[in-house]
C-alpha cells in the first residue's frame, strides 16, 4: 500500500523526534518499576524486622544470644552448616535504608514526570548512587566483620592470608565504586546543602580528606599527594582532578558552582604542579600500555577501569584545554604540554574533545607571541597524536596544522621570520607521518585551492583582485608546499626506500602555480615577490631533480629599465629581501635598489646553474643564458654601437650612458666567465666518454664520483656562500645590538620623564613624536609590503 503523504511527512520530519521520545519514556518507566520493585522488597524486610522486634519484646530472644556467646551452644556440624557469619561488634547499628539521596531521587522522578531531560540525568545518578550507596555499606560491614575475625581468630585468619588473599583484598574495587561516582559530577554543580547526621559524616570520611569547607588548602593537596605518589590512589587522582577543575575555572562567570574553590595562589600553584606531574604516572600505573614498534600505543579499552576512569579523564583533558587557551606564561605552558603527552592514548576515543584540544594546540604552535621552545611543546604533542592516531584524527591534525599555519604567517617581519619557518619545517614533517595516499588526496586539494585563487585573480577584471595573490598568506603557502614536496620527494631518500614518493606528480601543478603568481603583476615594485617565489622552486629543482626553466624571469629583471638606466642617489637602508615581497615607490631607480636587485638576480642565477654545474648537458643548457647576459652587458656599458638595418656610417654611435654601476655589471661579468669556464670543464671531460647520449645509465652516471665544489662553478658558488653568511652574521649582530641600545635609551628616558613634573612631561613627549614620528613612519611605508596605500602605484610603475 503507498504511503499518503502526511506520512511521508511525518517520516521526514517527525519520526526521529518520537522514536527517541519513546524510547526515554520506555526507560523511565522500566526505573519506575524497578524503584517499586525495590521499595516492596524494603518494606518486606522492614515488616519482618519489626516481627522480630515484637518478639524479643514479648521475652521470645533468639536463641544462643541469650548469654552473649554465639558458639556457646552451636556444634561442629551446625556452624559449618551456617557459613562463616561473623557477629557484628557490640554497639553497632545497622545503618537505615532509607537516605537523603533516596530522597532527592524520589523528587527527581517526579520532575522527571514533568518532562525535564536534564531531571532525568540527575534521575539516572541518584538511582547509581543509591546502589553504590549500598555496595558501600556492604564493603564497609565486610571490612568491620573481617577485623573482627582477625582479633577473635588470628589463626584462621593468617590462614586466608596465605593460601586466599583476594578475599581479603577491596580496596581497588572500593576506589572504583568511589571513582564512579564521580560521573555525575562531570557536568553537575556541587550539592547546595551539606550533608548532617551519621551518614553525611561517613561520607565525608570516605570523600579522601574533604573537609566540611570546599576551600582546597595545601594540607589536603599534600594528603592526596602522598596517595597518588605511594598508593597510587584513584581517589586521590579523583580529588585532584576535581580541584583542579575548579582552580582552572576560578575566574569564569558562567555561574556555575563546583565541588572545590581555591584562592590561595600558593595552593593553586602546588595543585598545579601535583595534578601535572602525578596524574599521568597514576593512570599508567592502573592502565598500563604497550607500544609497538610502529609507534603505536594499545590500551585495555575492554577493561573495568578503563570505563570508569575515561569520564574523569575526559574531565581533566578539558581543564588542561582551558587552561592552555588561557596561559602566556612559557614555564607553565611546557609544563602543561608535557603533562598532556602520556595521556594521549586514553583520550583517542574522544574525538569531539582531540579536534578542540588539537585546536588550542596549534594556536599555540602557530602563535607568535610564544617563544620558540614553547612551539616546539605544541608540536610535539601534534606530532604524538599524529602516530597515535587514526586516519580520521590525521586529517583533522593536518588541517588544522595548515590552517594555523595560514593565520600565523599573516604578517612577516625580521623578528617573526624565525617562527613562520619553524612552522614551515614542523608541519612538513606532520605530512610524513600519515599514510601516502591521505597525504596526496589532502595536498592536492589544498594545491588545487590555490590555483582557484590565482585563475579567480586572473580573470577578474577588478583592479585590486591581485591582492588575494599579492599577499604574505599565498607566499607562504606556497614556500611550504615547496618544502613539502622537496622533503618527501627527494631522489635520495626514493633511492633508499626502493619507490617514488606519492607527492612526486604534485610537483608540475605547484611549479605552475608559483610560475603564474610570479607573472600576475610584472612590476617593478613586485620583484622581491619574484624572488621570493624562484628560491621556493630553486629548492624544488634541486631535492627532485627537475629542471625548471627560471632563468627568463630572471633575465627579465636585469633587462628592466630599473638596471639598464643609471640609477638617482637617495640615502635609504638596504632592502630586507628576507622579509619583503613588494618595495615603497621611494626605493625605484635608486643606487640602492639598483645594487641590491643586481645582487640577488646575480646569486639566483648562480644558484640555478650550480644545479646543473655537473650535468652532461651543461654546455648546451647554458649557451643562451650567456648569450643574453653578454648582450645586456654591452647594453649597459655605454659604447653601445648602432645594430639597425639603417645605419650605414663607420663612426661610433651616441653614447648611451648605459646604468654606469661597475659593482652590477662586474658581477654578471664575473657569472659569465664562470659559466663559460664550467662549459669547457665538462666539454673536456665529455670528450672522454664512451657512451651515448640515449644510454640513460651513462648520462646519470657521467661525474658522478667527483665532488659539487671541484667544478669552477661550484667553487665560485661555495666562495659567494660563505661571503653572504658572514655578512649575514654581521648584519644581525648590529641589529641586535641596536635594539639593545634602543631598549636602554627608552628606559633611561623612561626614569627621567618619572622624575620629570608632567607640563614638562607631556611638551618633552610632543615635541619628542614631532621629531620622530614621520622619520619612523617613513621608513616602515618603505619597508612595509602590505600597506594597501601604496598599491595603487603599482599602475604607474608598469607605465614607466
Known sequence: MAQTKATKKFEKNHLKDTIKRRKEAAKIKQKKQVKEKRKARRAKEDGQAAEDDEEVEGGKAPSGKANGNTFADMSVDEFFQGGFDIPELPGKKKKGKVTGKRKRAEVDEQEDDAGSSSDEAQENGAIEEDDDDESEDDMEDHKQQLEALAKNDPEFYKHLQENDPELLEFTDDNELAGLQLSESEEDEPKAKKQKTGKKGRADDEDSFGEESSNEVT?????????????????????????????????????????????????VYHELLVTAMADIPTVVAHHLPTKETASG?????????????LTPILKTHANSLQYLLSTLSDAATLKLTLSSILPLLPYLLSLKKLIRELCRTIATIWSSPAHNDATRIAAFLVLRRLTVLSDPGIRENILKIS???????????TTH?????????????????????????????????????HLRTSIISKEKESYKTIYNWQFMHSLDFWSRALSTHCNTLLEAETGKQSSLRPLIYPLVQITLGAMRLV??????????????????????????????????????????????KPASLRPVEWDTSIRISKTYLRTRVWQDGLGEQAVELLGEWAGMWAKSVAFPELMLPVTVMLKRWLKDVSGNKYKQHAGFKGKGKAKDT?????????????????????????????????????????????????????????????????KVREDR???????????????KEERGGEAVSRRAAPTDAFEAEDQEEDDDEGPDENEDDDAMNVSDEDEVIEVSEAEDD
Not at 234 to 244: P, S, V
Not at 402 to 412: E, K, P
Not at 422 to 436: I, Y
Not at 730 to 737: D, K, S
Open 296 to 308: 603505536k600505543v594499545r590500551v585495555p579499552t575492554s577493561s573495568k577501569k578503563y570505563s570508569t
Open 402 to 412: 595548515y590552517q594555523s599555519l595560514i593565520q600565523g604567517s599573516r604578517a612577516t
Open 728 to 742: 649575514a652574521k654581521v648584519v644581525e649582530q648590529g641589529r641586535q645590538a641596536d635594539e639593545r641600545k634602543r
Open 218 to 266: 595545601k594540607e589536603m593537596v599534600e594528603k592526596w599527594h602522598t596517595g597518588m605518589k605511594e598508593h597510587n590512589s584513584l581517589r586521590g587522582m579523583r580529588e585532584i582532578i576535581m580541584a583542579f577543575r575548579a582552580a582552572v575555572r576560578s575566574n569564569e562567570d558562567d555561574g556555575k558552582e563546583y565541588k572545590y574553590s581555591v584562592s590561595n595562589p600558593d
Open 657 to 721: 650612458g648605459g646604468n654606469k654601476n661597475s659593482k652590477m655589471n662586474s658581477a654578471v661579468a664575473l657569472l659569465v666567465q664562470k659559466f663559460e669556464s664550467n662549459a669547457r670543464w665538462i666539454e673536456e671531460r665529455r670528450a672522454k666518454i664512451d657512451f651515448a647520449p640515449n644510454d640513460r645509465a651513462g648520462v646519470e652516471g657521467f661525474l658522478k664520483e667527483e665532488l659539487w665544489e671541484k667544478s669552477p662553478l661550484g667553487a665560485y658558488l661555495a666562495g659567494q656562500r
Open 522 to 567: 610584472p612590476s617593478p615594485a613586485y620583484f622581491p615577490l619574484r624572488f621570493q617565489l624562484i628560491r621556493s622552486l630553486i629548492r624544488v629543482a634541486k631535492s627532485t631533480d627537475t629542471y625548471i626553466p627560471l632563468a627568463p624571469a630572471l633575465l627579465e629583471v636585469l633587462s628592466s629599465p630599473e638596471c639598464k638606466k643609471a640609477p
Open 416 to 452: 617573526t621570520l624565525a617562527g613562520v619557518n619553524l612552522m614551515k619545517n614542523s608541519a612538513v614533517e606532520l605530512w610524513g607521518l600519515v599514510d601516502s595516499s591521505q597525504a596526496y588526496t589532502m595536498a592536492f586539494n589544498f594545491i588545487r585551492q590555490l590555483a582557484i
